[in-house]
T-cell receptor
């Protein structure tokens, strides 16, 4: 069974602080990796893709360690608007499946972040 | 440009009934996938369609079925509804390369009573 594990939190962090999220995934054949953000009662929205070389988008930095099957997200100078649930997501595209296609996205349960003023 | 659109936004059904949920992908996207999200959990994969063919199926009973139309829109059908089917049903579209991020619609919130 393919699994993505995250600390559910909640993480209560003062505004301006740096916060780090981690997740692990079980399928070593996973192809691509993402962090999504989900606000209460809304749909998940793509925050950033995650590459082995690491990637940065403004205050957000994501890192992938394929050997350890570990994904991280760092948020610097946190804002009140960063309060949300952060979902670690793995794409298990399987080129060798009978249908030669997708096994869908596997989501972690999400980490709830609360930024306090 | 319109994003992923889903209808209806909310739905209340009774146990044993059948429901059909609809999704239109982003213009130019040929792949649509469906996810179920219950409260406090991450979304769970149900189906993926590409070019009107089923390309992936999650661990859901046969009561769940879907199809994709020539215009790449999709329907998710659930028969013999159970209380446990109450959830947010999300549709996502992606470009031909499954490896890139998926864009989600705002979902259909289904309540089974």
């Amino acid at each position: 069974r393919k699994e993505v594990e995250q600390d559910p939190g909640p993480f209560n962090v003062p505004e301006g602080a740096t916060v780090a999220f981690n997740c692990t995934y079980s399928n070593s054949a996973s192809q691509s990796f993402f962090w999504y953000r989900q606000d209460c009662r809304k749909e998940p929205k793509l925050l950033m893709s995650v590459y082995s070389s690491g990637n940065e988008d403004g205050r957000f930095t994501a890192q992938l360690n394929r050997a350890s099957q570990y994904i991280s997200l760092l948020i610097r100078d946190s804002k009140l608007s960063d309060s949300a649930t952060y979902l670690c997501v793995v794409n298990d595209f399987n080129a060798f499946s009978p249908r030669g296609g997708a096994d869908g996205l596997t989501f972690g349960k999400g980490t709830h972040l609360i930024i306090q003023p | 440009d319109a994003g992923v659109t889903q209808s209806p936004t909310h739905l209340i059904k009774t146990r044993g009934q059948q429901v059909t949920l609809r999704c239109s992908p982003i213009s130019g996207h040929k792949s649509v996938s469906w996810y179920q999200q219950v409260l406090g959990q991450g979304p769970q994969f149900i189906f993926q369609y590409y070019e009107k063919e089923e390309r992936g199926r999650g661990n859901f009973p046969d009561r769940f079925s879907a199809r994709q139309f020539p215009n790449y829109s999709s329907e998710l059908n659930v028969n013999a509804l159970l209380l446990g089917d109450s959830a947010l049903y999300l549709c996502a579209s992606t470009s031909t390369d499954f490896l890139y991020g998926y864009t989600f619609g705002s979902g259909t919130r289904l309540t089974v009573v």
